[in-house]
């Protein structure tokens, strides 16, 4: 049944200048009211929203290590004020703290902010994965860059990279003709991995390369260190093409890599060591046959896209969803796998409040042998056979190594 609650009218343009000092409860109330209005409304905004929130979630959980004089609050909200009209200030915070606590707490924070936004990008019908293999200066080192063509921030992940002095972090380069902007700063575990969540004013995919040099703690302007990491975004790749490329940028290389699947196993167990969900999407990541499949919206579901992350030779995996319309409580999204037109019932989900789902699909042979991916609206119980129209259908065919 329709919702017959009259809707408030949203102002017509976007909040971006006032979310990071509404998530630090520095507006006043009128202000507060008009960002409330608007979010309620607009996707975009509830987005950078929860981008905000999670930042603000990472000072909050880095305060308690150092002595915090009682004009800090003060100064900070002046701050977030002053630079507010950058769209994208908010990175800026989470970048300070880990380069305030190298390999501490903070380190494990921005983790679990790199896994949220991993989760979302995922989700992403544009969704690329690129390899950036260590130089010869990191041999045993890789790393994967997680992005989207249409977005402006993304997560890198990496893997086997030495320990540095105290004094020292490792810093990330975007290139463009040869020419390197600076970008995040991040440390690594004991074991040698890190996760960096990068920002920028532009696309990241419209660079032509992403690089990784020790540099001292604080920063450089230019690179001072040799190039430990190097890939190239213009080599980023398209659904069903990046399982092939992953698997076969592992094997080309004669020498042994550390693992990048295994620290996204150490990143979403942090995070979410009792959710289903989070960790056999860690381990599906982290097969050398993973494979990540884009399930679009249907006419019925225009709005809404996915991706099914599984391996070939895995009888699970898991569908992101994003942009699913909300349900009746008495209704929820059931899963289909459909070999030659005839389905078979697979799992249920319901929506977060953002309007994003995952789903855990298990299956008596590989996901990936069947033809088609699908999903419907259905009763809350489950159906046997589909009643409510596709939302979300995608072929689950993908190339062969």
């Keep these: ?119 979302d990008l995922l989700a992403e019908p544009d969704c690329v994965i690129v390899n950036v293999p260590g130089t010869e200066h990191a041999a045993g080192a890789s790393a994967r860059f997680v992005g989207a063509r249409s977005r ?42 890190g996760a960096s969540v990068v920002r920028t004013s532009e696309p990241l995919l419209d660079f032509d390369t992403l690089a990784v040099t020790p540099e001292p703690l604080t920063g450089s302007a230019g690179p001072t260190g040799p190039v430990v990491l190097a890939g190239e975004l213009g080599e980023a790749s398209a659904p069903g093409e990046q399982a092939t490329r992953m698997a076969d940028a592992e094997a080309e290389t004669a020498e042994p890599r550390a693992s990048v699947g295994g620290f996204l196993r150490g990143l979403f167990g942090r995070r979410a060591e009792r959710d289903v969900t989070g960790e056999l999407l860690r381990d599906l990541l982290a097969e050398p046959d993973c494979v990540i ?44 796998l459909l070999r030659e037109g005839q389905p078979q019932p697979n799992t249920l989900f319901a929506l977060d409040a953002h309007g994003h789902g995952a789903s855990v699909v298990h299956a008596a042979e590989p996901p990936l042998d069947f033809d088609t991916l699908a999903v419907t609206p259905e009763p809350a119980g489950g159906s046997p056979s589909p009643t409510g129209p596709i939302v979300l259908a995608g072929a689950l065919h993908t190339p062969e190594h």
Excluded at 91 to 113: H, I, N
Excluded at 178 to 190: T, Y
Excluded at 295 to 300: D, F, I, K
Excluded at 316 to 321: A, E, K, Q, R, Y
């Design 1 to 119: 049944m329709m919702d017959m609650r009259e809707t408030p009218e949203i102002p017509e343009t976007h909040v971006d200048d006032l979310i990071d000092a509404f998530v630090l409860g520095a507006l006043e109330p009128e202000e507060v009211a008009a960002v409330d209005l608007h979010v309620e409304g607009c996707a975009r905004c509830r987005a950078l929203l929860a981008q905000a929130r999670a930042s603000a979630d990472l000072l909050l959980l880095a305060a308690p290590q150092v002595a915090t004089p009682p004009a800090l609050r003060v100064r900070v909200l002046a701050r977030v004020r002053a630079e507010a009209a950058s769209a994208r200030a908010a990175g800026d915070a989470a970048r300070d703290v880990v380069r305030a606590v190298p390999g501490g707490e903070a380190d494990e924070d921005a983790a679990d902010l790199a896994g949220e936004l991993l989760r």
């Design 152 to 193: 402006r921030e993304g997560v890198l992940l990496t893997a086997g990279l030495g320990p540095l002095a105290a004094d020292k972090a490792y810093q990330v380069w975007f290139l463009r003709g040869g020419e390197p902007q600076p970008n995040a700063l991040f440390a690594i575990d004991p074991h040698g991995h």
């Design 293 to 336: 499949v884009n399930v679009p919206g249907t006419a019925q579901g225009r709005d809404a896209h996915a991706r099914f992350i599984s391996a070939r030779s895995r009888h699970d995996g898991v569908l992101v969803s994003a942009g699913l319309a909300r349900l009746a409580p008495d209704r929820a999204y059931q899963v289909w």
